[in-house]
């Protein structure tokens, strides 16, 4: 029997009473409050208010299209029902829209964030990311987080002018740290901001030190967790890695369903008109009993880790020379410049400093982080056309 709780009906009568006398707590991100770079741009109308352009422009980023075939956990799978990170976004958004409307956010504010978290991610999810930081650590000194590089993505690579609060909320999403309280920290400018980010880059404990910068940016990070975690399970029973039933019901269920709306539900009952977002001891602990469960159940499965270790690990550690070669050789003629390089400057967005005057290891990274899994396989295969590693990928009729 599924389990879904509802909200009090005290709570439950005091919001429809105050969104009907529209006497709620204002705590929502004022959109005449926001901050860009360039604040002479990207005015705000009555059909594009400032958060809705950040939202289009973030849709409209090049690398959007990428998210469809990026890997969210399983990677080795030909397998249309096993999530890739293009759902995951849809979900976090959808999520957080609904704890947000609940709570009269700011929903624009909220789905640029969620639009945006993870565009910067690398192929082969969290064990790309882990091998190209290896990388770029062991060459140049500095630290590769998907976060600090989906600001990256839309703030230099692509350099949109973006507004703060959404680059904010972006960069201190990490999905991998639960917390039962979220209060928000603001920023004033972007100067802070920018000794936040390259202290990231300096050592990946800063990461875990950010804080979002509004109250949408809290309810962002809490629902990328809400997101992934019965969705995972249900993906990893797809790809018989484990079945359903093996995790333990707790206080928010087991099934994705449970988790989504349960979660939901003790948020909002914790979180209305108050300046934080929060779950009870109860949900929170339940919460992170069900993370472990999915990190000692699939996340560290060894069939996993052994297919990661002994293909896209050798592979990416070769791709990384071969490109960083072709780039300070000058090998015009290489994808480092005619795939990406010449893509990228097709933009056409206006720079102080021309992109290819970046640090060769960065633009290595840049390049990596933004391949999709196919591409990836693909331009190893062409660089190294006699090599033996591949990927070999399980079908729908193993």
């Excluded at 002479?40 to 973030?58: G, L, Q, S, V």
């Excluded at 994808?335 to 010449?342: A, L, N, Q, R, Y």
């Amino acid at each position: 029997m599924l389990y879904y709780e509802n909200l009090s009906e005290e709570l439950a009568e005091n919001m429809r009473l105050e969104k009907t006398e529209n006497s709620f707590v204002r705590l929502s991100c004022d959109e005449k409050n926001v901050i860009r770079r360039n604040p002479d741009k990207d005015k705000a109308n009555i059909i594009r208010t400032a958060f809705i352009r950040d939202c289009d422009k973030i849709i409209h980023c090049p690398f959007y299209n990428r998210y469809a075939d990026k890997t969210q956990v399983f990677s080795f799978y030909k397998n249309d029902d096993i999530s890739r990170r293009a759902l995951h976004v849809q979900l976090v958004s959808r999520i957080a829209r609904t704890i947000g409307k609940a709570l009269n956010l700011n929903l624009d504010l909220i789905e640029a964030i969620a639009l945006g978290h993870d565009i910067g991610h690398t192929p082969f999810g969290h064990a790309g990311e882990k091998i190209l930081d290896e990388l770029y650590f062991a060459h140049a000194g500095r630290h590769f987080s998907h976060n600090i590089h989906s600001v990256r993505v839309l703030d230099s690579i692509f350099p949109y002018n973006i507004s703060l609060q959404t680059l904010s909320g972006i960069a201190a999403h990490d999905g991998e740290i639960e917390k039962s309280e979220y209060r928000p920290s603001p920023l004033d400018d972007f100067t802070e901001f920018d000794r936040q980010i390259e202290g990231c880059y300096i050592s990946k404990e800063n990461v875990r030190k950010l804080v979002p910068s509004t109250l949408e940016g809290c309810v962002m990070r809490i629902s990328d967790i809400i997101a992934y975690l019965g969705k995972d399970r249900q993906d990893a029973a797809r790809a018989k890695i484990i079945g359903e039933d093996e995790f333990e019901k707790s206080a928010i269920g087991s099934t994705n369903a449970e988790f989504i709306n349960n979660l939901i539900v003790n948020i909002v009952e914790n979180s209305y008109g108050k300046p934080y977002i929060k779950m009870d001891e109860t949900h929170f602990e339940a919460l992170k009993k069900a993370k472990a469960d999915n990190y000692r159940l699939i996340y560290n499965d060894e069939r996993i880790k052994t297919a990661v270790n002994g293909t896209v690990k050798p592979m990416m550690e070769k791709l990384y020379d071969r490109l960083l070669d072709d780039l300070k050789s000058q090998n015009h003629d290489s994808p480092i410049f005619t795939h990406h390089i010449k893509y990228v400057n097709k933009a056409h967005y206006e720079r102080t400093v021309p992109y290819e005057q970046t640090p060769p290891d960065q633009i290595v990274v840049d390049y990596i982080a933004g391949m999709t899994d196919d591409y990836f396989v693909d331009l190893y295969a062409h660089l190294f056309k006699d090599d033996e590693l591949k990927i070999n990928y399980i079908g729908y009729f193993r």
